[in-house]
């Protein structure tokens, strides 16, 4: 079985305070994309494509050449730079993950939870974390239900897939693609809405959290000084 990686690095660096693209902000010595494309290439991915800002391509170029990947331009929506990065896969993978630069620290060992899931027979697998804090609904400032957390699970990245299901599902969903205010938030969801393939979930960890704000890089910065998530 052949795995390619498509890795999404197409998001502003606003609320970390950065001017530069969120996947150039570094964590520790290297940017985000560089953690993220590094472990990929540990758990034996043999191609990483990287989804990049307009006028950024050879910024982001630059900085996992280390790791060989290769940069394609990003589209209006996570869901369009999904896409092109799927299109400008080679022909020779079987199965492709879905990673966010945004999640630098998750783990070789998580991927190949993952890989392991598809070598099974599973057509799309991925990994969750069970929600701890209690989730209400709230209309109109007020809430209207609680509810039952223990059928809730927080998502991550990668989400891992059978190319084919992930090309017939991006087709099917091209039409909302064109802005994030329609698009599809996850692969997954397109899974779940353009065919009748069951999304398996595996566990998740806590060192494949998203970076969105300060706080996050200075935990993930703590994290990996420990040397416990390197």
């Known amino acids: ?10 998001g502003s660096g606003t609320r970390l305070g950065s ?3 969120k996947a150039l902000v570094r964590l520790g010595a290297d ?10 290439r540990a758990a034996g991915i043999e191609e990483i494509v990287v989804t990049c800002p307009s006028g950024r391509d050879d910024d982001i170029a630059r900085a996992v050449a280390e790791v ?18 799927l299109a400008a896969l080679g022909p020779d993978a079987d199965v492709v993950l879905v990673h966010d630069a945004a ?20 057509r799309a697998v991925i990994p969750g974390l069970a929600v701890i804090d209690t989730i209400k609904r709230v209309s109109g400032g007020v809430v209207s239900q609680t509810l039952d957390r223990t059928e809730l699970v927080a998502v991550q990245t990668p989400q ?4 084919d299901l992930l090309v017939e599902v991006h087709a099917a ?19 779940e809405r353009f065919s009748d393939v069951a999304v398996s979930v595996v566990a998740g960890e806590d060192q494949a959290m998203k970076i969105t704000t300060r706080v ?8 990996l000084a420990s040397g416990q998530w390197s």
């Not at 891992?160 to 190319?163: K, L, M, P, W």
């Open 1 to 10: 079985m052949r795995a390619s990686a498509i890795l999404t690095a197409a």
């Open 19 to 21: 001017a530069d693209p």
């Open 31 to 40: 940017p985000l994309v560089v953690h993220a494309a590094r472990r990929l």
């Open 68 to 85: 060989s990947a290769r940069c394609v331009p990003g589209g209006a929506s996570r869901q369009a730079s999904v896409a092109a990065g």
């Open 103 to 122: 999640r630098p620290l998750a783990s070789p060992a998580l991927i190949g939870r993952l890989l392991e899931r598809l070598a099974a027979g599973d």
């Open 160 to 163: 891992a897939f059978a190319r």
């Open 173 to 191: 969903g091209a039409a909302l693609a064109a802005a994030e205010s329609t698009a599809v938030s996850d692969d997954a969801g397109l899974v």
């Open 216 to 223: 996050d890089l200075a935990l993930a910065e703590a994290m």
